[in-house]
């Protein structure tokens, strides 16, 4: 089974940046899609940016202009540059990987925007 590990979370200024790193056990680039999710405190989870095979990258509309999402494929990682920053940004951030025969969830890491 495949296994991801997320990285780069953290506590932020408003305004700030952060960059979160997705890195997978196996070979990502034959993935359908990999993308970001995130869980703010009493809301559902919901999509941030995915990068599928087809179209590219994809962003949720409150991130757009404000995040880019990249993969390397050379070290299965997929990065997500988040800039200006601001609280409502706040959430658990996870990274998700949908192959043929996987659909796969990292354990989340947390991102405080805060002054």
């Known amino acids: 089974q495949v296994q991801l590990v997320e990285s780069g979370g953290g506590l932020v200024q408003p305004g700030g940046s952060l960059r979160l790193a997705c890195t997978a056990s196996?070979?990502?680039?034959?993935?359908?899609?990999m993308g970001w999710y995130r869980r703010a405190p009493g809301k559902e989870r919901e999509l941030v940016a995915t990068?599928?095979?087809?179209?590219?990258?994809n962003y949720a509309s409150p991130v757009k202009g404000r995040f880019t999402i990249y993969r390397v494929n050379a070290n299965n990682t997929l990065y997500m540059e988040m800039n200006r920053l601001n609280p409502e940004d706040t959430a658990v951030y996870y990274c998700?990987?949908?192959?043929?025969?996987?659909?796969?969830w990292g354990q989340g890491t947390q991102v405080t925007v805060s002054s």
């Open positions: 196996e070979d990502i680039d034959n993935s359908l899609s």
């Open positions: 990068f599928t095979k087809s179209s590219g990258p």
């Open positions: 998700r990987l949908v192959t043929l025969r996987a659909d796969v």
